[in-house]
């Protein structure tokens, strides 16, 4: 139902405002890479949820009508969680032990928080891109329930084995999920390189395009001395021992990068792979990291101590969420702000909704989300090479819904379609602060 006109100026206002205060910065240094960040986020609701994970938090750790969490209790409400779980932050990569993974992606916003609250935003993303489809309400209350009973009996599966290191691969998927494997593993290493380099003098270089910038010599340098000290953050069990391995060959500024990451100063970088041979080469990424939304709203007293910047903070999380991460992943920082450094990888695939039309398809697949959900929640606890979180998190979690299980399935799927009822409500009403000129920069 939509608000009445007073109601619609306070939550235009609660927008403008929630908006303005976690991107404001961003918005003064880049104007024109938000103006495309919110004209993407006006496309559709979806879209707006995807880049609204501040407003989320704001909702759900609120006094009004989507805040409160019976479930939680001191353990199981502080715990790794993704952060900005929706159903398109799902797909491959090439792990440690070179096993293709489908996996969740995407850490940006990764904190410690209530394990509800991934569950929450994934379950409204779900009810969204089912209106989006069409479904009747029904079918989409049977999908968040499967997904929520998937997640719930992969938690029990972490309680009764010792074997913590799950995972979705090519050989126990079907479907979709395993299609977007299949993608994964048919992609070279040499197409990603040409698609962004070219031979020169022997050696590959960055290719000079709109998305990319020559850096000048300070710059540069401010670069080389950042990718230096990244080298030290990769753990030793995870570092190449080739002598060459690491040569660092072309740098360029970066643009043109998704919704969550706007307004970001990034690089790439081009370095010397596994030999000299120029399909060896690889591609990083070093991106400034963002504060992540949930630590907006919660105490960050007992947590902000233990990182020492944002990049810090992502990669901490993204190692302890994922067990065998990337092993090019690590942190940096330039004139004291973190940055993220991962490669850019030629087996990254999404997957794909656009053709996932039927709710019987849908439910394979959310099948095999709620269980990769479950998989990041479990790997994060006294398990995993960090201690923030020091106690078993699949005990936590059951303990926090014993014998309430089906009152939990039951809150979560409410909370989903009334929040993407909220969310197609913000969506009409942040295009118009948008086209008012409200939001912090100009729409034309």
């Given at each position: ?80 969680v ?39 935003r ?9 209106w989006?489809k ?19 009996a ?7 084995s ?10 126990n ?11 994964a ?26 998305s ?18 990244y ?6 069990d ?41 399909d060896n ?80 398809d ?9 269980r ?43 909370f ?29």
């Open positions: 139902m939509a608000p009445t006109d007073a109601g619609a100026e306070r939550r235009t206002d609660l927008i403008v405002s929630t908006l303005g205060d976690a991107f404001a910065p961003l918005m003064k240094a880049d104007p024109t890479a938000f103006r495309g960040k919110y004209r993407k986020m006006a496309s559709d609701p979806h879209a707006f949820y995807r880049g609204t994970a501040c407003l989320f938090y704001a909702d759900v750790t609120g006094d009004g009508e989507h805040g409160g969490d019976p479930f939680s209790d001191e353990r199981s409400g502080r715990i790794w993704h952060g900005d779980l929706h159903v398109e932050n799902f797909g491959t990569y090439l792990n440690s032990d070179g096993r293709l993974v489908f996996d969740v992606n995407d850490f940006d916003e990764a904190y410690l928080g209530r394990f509800v609250w991934d569950l929450q994934f379950a409204a993303s779900l009810a969204l891109v089912g989006q069409a479904l009747p309400e029904d079918d989409v209350r049977r999908l968040i329930g499967r997904y929520l009973r998937a997640y719930l992969q938690v029990d599966e972490y309680r009764r010792d074997e913590d290191d799950f995972a979705l691969h090519l050989d998927t079907e479907g979709p999920i395993h299609a977007a494997l299949v993608d593993r048919q992609q070279r290493r040499a197409e990603l390189l040409d698609a962004n380099t070219h031979r020169s003098e022997g050696s590959r270089v960055f290719l000079d395009d709109r990319v910038r020559r850096l000048g010599q300070a710059e540069r340098r401010t670069v080389e001395r950042a990718y230096a000290l080298l030290e953050s990769i753990p030793e995870r570092r190449s021992d080739r002598a060459l391995f690491y040569d660092l060959r072309d740098v360029v500024g970066k643009s043109g990068f998704g919704i969550g990451s706007a307004g970001l100063p990034a690089y790439n970088l081009l370095i010397e792979g596994a030999s000299q041979a120029l080469d690889v591609i990083l990424s070093m991106k400034q990291a963002n504060v992540p939304a949930i630590s907006r709203f919660v105490d960050t007293s007992a947590v902000e101590s233990y990182f020492q910047h944002e990049g810090h903070r992502t990669v901490v999380s993204q190692r302890a969420l994922q067990v065998h991460t990337d092993p090019l992943l690590g942190f940096t920082e330039v004139d004291g702000t973190g940055y993220v450094v991962a490669e850019v990888s030629p087996y990254e695939v999404d997957l794909d909704w656009r053709d996932l039309t039927e709710p019987d849908i439910a394979h697949v959310v099948d095999l989300l709620g990769a959900t479950a998989k990041i929640h479990c790997a994060s606890d006294e398990d995993s090479d960090q201690d923030l979180v020091d106690f078993q998190v699949e005990e936590a979690i059951a303990a926090s819904l014993e014998g309430r299980r089906r009152e939990f399935t039951s809150w979560v799927t409410d989903g379609l009334s929040y993407a009822d909220q969310v197609r409500d913000d969506h009409e009403l942040f295009v118009r602060a948008f086209r008012e000129g409200r939001i912090g920069v100009s729409s034309t």
